[in-house]
């Protein structure tokens, strides 16, 4: 329903422009090296890719999503249509950096 502007199963849940909102920064006005460094920023409910340069990685700005403990992730990009789980159950948090890894070996499969 997140990645799909509201909708889930033919139905509108929520709003197309709730679901916008949910998807930009609302930090932006605090001291960024601080609270919220770049390149991701916080929305309402997750993370947002603020600036894709600094990510040095594929993907796209507004891509949101949540990390949780032991190296488990979801990102949702709305303008690919891609939703990525990641679930290793690892500590320490993202150890490799397994999670970047992963994230750009699924960008890197995309095709037209």
Do not use: M, N
């Given at each position: 329903m997140l990645l799909n502007d509201g909708r889930?199963?033919?139905?509108?849940?929520?709003?197309?422009?709730t679901i916008e909102l949910m998807r930009v920064n609302?930090?932006?006005h605090l001291?960024?090296?601080k609270i919220n460094p770049e390149p991701l920023g916080f929305g309402l409910g997750g993370s947002v890719v603020t600036?894709?340069?600094?990510?040095?990685?594929?993907?796209?700005?507004?891509t949101f999503g949540?990390?949780?403990y032991a190296t488990t992730s979801v990102e949702m990009d709305s303008?690919?249509?891609?939703?990525?789980?990641?679930?290793?159950?690892?500590?320490?948090?993202d150890q490799d950096g397994?999670?970047?890894k992963?994230?750009?070996?699924?960008?890197?499969?995309?095709?037209?």
């Open positions: 889930f199963d033919g139905k509108q849940f929520l709003g197309r422009k609302h930090l932006s001291d960024p090296p600036d894709l340069a600094k990510t040095g990685a594929p993907g796209s700005i507004g949540w990390g949780g303008k690919e249509k891609c939703l990525f789980l990641f679930f290793f159950q690892h500590l320490p948090y397994i999670l970047g992963c994230s750009r070996l699924a960008y890197q499969a995309l095709v037209d």
